[in-house]
């Protein structure tokens, strides 16, 4: 009995240690942030960030993640490119994902980043692509954007739709003439109508 309350405590002591960490990670975080928010041409700040990012728990680099997507800055764009995929965190892959939304990234490294996001198994990572995608506005983008009209999850598809609207490509009016009239769930239909709307109003225009 001894020895097991010897090892639940040591247990707990860890723990606490760790968070004790990891809340001090953020608090330099945010310090960095107020910093970079004066300066954001800052390079030691800037490699602080980038190394909590990089090399923080998950926690750590969400936050970290969160502050170079505001800085909308080139430094961090490798850093995106790479955790939007390969991060094993959701909220670390959202945040890098609309880290290359701000950053207009239309290259083909982060056109591939945008599509493989856009396939994520997180349903949060996916429309945040789906954003970035409409954003972007890229024709190798069109496809998987199409694919994703047909997500079982309603709110994947709506964001679709809505990422469809400054596409010019008949197979987009087909495709929102489809859902607006077949699809099961009265929001999807709707916003299929709104943006078939949307599309004629650009096109008198």
Do not use: H
Not at 6 to 12: A, C, G, H, K, V
Not at 112 to 137: C, F, H, P, W, Y
Not at 148 to 156: E, G, H, M, Q
């Amino acid at each position: 009995m001894k020895n097991f309350v010897y090892i639940l405590s040591f247990i707990l002591l860890i723990s606490c240690s760790q968070k004790n960490v990891t809340l001090r990670r953020i608090e330099d975080i945010n310090r960095a942030e107020r910093k970079l928010a004066k300066n954001p041409k800052n390079e030691e700040v800037l490699l602080e960030v980038l190394n909590a990012a990089q090399n923080g728990n998950r926690e750590v680099r969400a936050e970290a993640m969160w502050v170079l997507s505001n800085l909308e800055t080139d430094v961090a764009y490798s850093d995106f490119l790479k955790a939007s995929v390969e991060d094993p965190d959701f909220n670390v892959r959202c945040l890098a994902v609309m880290g290359l939304g701000k950053l207009a990234a239309s290259n083909p490294e982060a056109i591939d980043s945008i599509k493989r996001a856009i396939s994520d198994t997180d349903l949060q990572v996916q429309m945040e692509a789906l954003k970035v995608a409409g954003n972007i506005n890229s024709p190798e983008l069109l496809n998987p954007i199409l694919d994703s009209l047909s997500s079982r999850n309603k709110w994947v598809r709506i964001t679709a739709i809505e990422s469809l609207k400054d596409y010019k490509d008949a197979r987009v009016d087909r495709a929102l003439n489809l859902l607006s009239s077949g699809d099961s769930d009265y929001a999807v239909k709707s916003t299929a109508s709104q943006v078939i709307e949307y599309r004629k109003g650009s096109v008198d225009e």
